[in-house]
């Protein structure tokens, strides 16, 4: 079941069961204090679905909570992609990737680029985000200034017209609140992989 959120213990418990790979690169972006500060972050909109499952006890939980965050006021066709999963999200793997393809192949029909960072030893998620169609440029595009132990990935989607031009700002990072000087990248959908 995927419902929007809509009050703080549904995020409180999910940030309570993370995965270790997800909880590691908030403690990563964060610091010690990754708890408050991830919660006061997505307490400033509560307008991003949380996805449902079962525990080992049948119970319905909260499996994982993810959306597309428009970062640019001027571009509505860019955003920033990200999905905080628990450890139940293992549990309900099917029911979690037929969702999870459904949400990006909806946006896909929304945005032209889609982009975020991740922490290069989530492994689990990155071959998520590879099924899905999204690149990760190795070495990171020399124009982001990436923050240490992070990764650059990024979907270019064929609703983008050929030729066209997209410059990712990442101080204006998606991660609500988290502007760091990321640099900017230009990228654009005139490659042999999005023709």
């Known amino acids: ?10 995020i409180v418990f999910i940030l309570n069961n993370l995965r ?3 909880k590691a690169e908030l403690i990563a972006l964060y610091g010690k204090n990754w708890f408050p500060e991830t919660l006061k972050n997505l307490e400033n909109d509560l ?5 449902y499952g079962f525990d080992k006890n ?3 939980v909260p499996v994982a909570m993810g959306g597309f ?3 640019y006021e001027q571009n509505k066709t860019i955003c920033c992609v990200w999905l905080l999963t628990t450890k139940y999200a293992v549990q309900n793997k099917s029911l979690f990737f037929k969702n999870v393809k459904n949400q990006i ?3 896909s ?3 032209e680029i889609m982009y975020n960072f991740i922490y290069k030893s989530n492994y689990e998620a990155k071959k998520w985000l590879k099924k899905y169609g ?3 440029d190795k070495p990171n595009p020399k124009e982001l200034k990436v923050k240490d132990g992070f990764e650059f990935f990024y979907k270019i989607n064929k609703k983008g017209k050929e030729g066209n031009v997209y410059n990712i700002n990442c101080s204006n990072d998606c991660r609500n609140g988290n502007n760091y000087d990321g640099g900017c990248y230009t990228t654009s959908t005139n490659t042999k992989s999005d023709k």
Do not use: G, H, I, N
């Open 58 to 60: 049948k119970r319905l």
């Open 69 to 71: 965050y428009e970062p």
């Open 109 to 111: 029909l929304k945005y």
């Open 47 to 51: 307008s991003f679905p949380v996805l």
């Open 105 to 107: 192949k909806q946006a």
């Open 20 to 22: 270790k790979e997800d």
């Open 134 to 136: 999204f690149k990760f």
């Open 1 to 10: 079941m995927l419902k929007t959120v809509t009050d703080k213990p549904e």
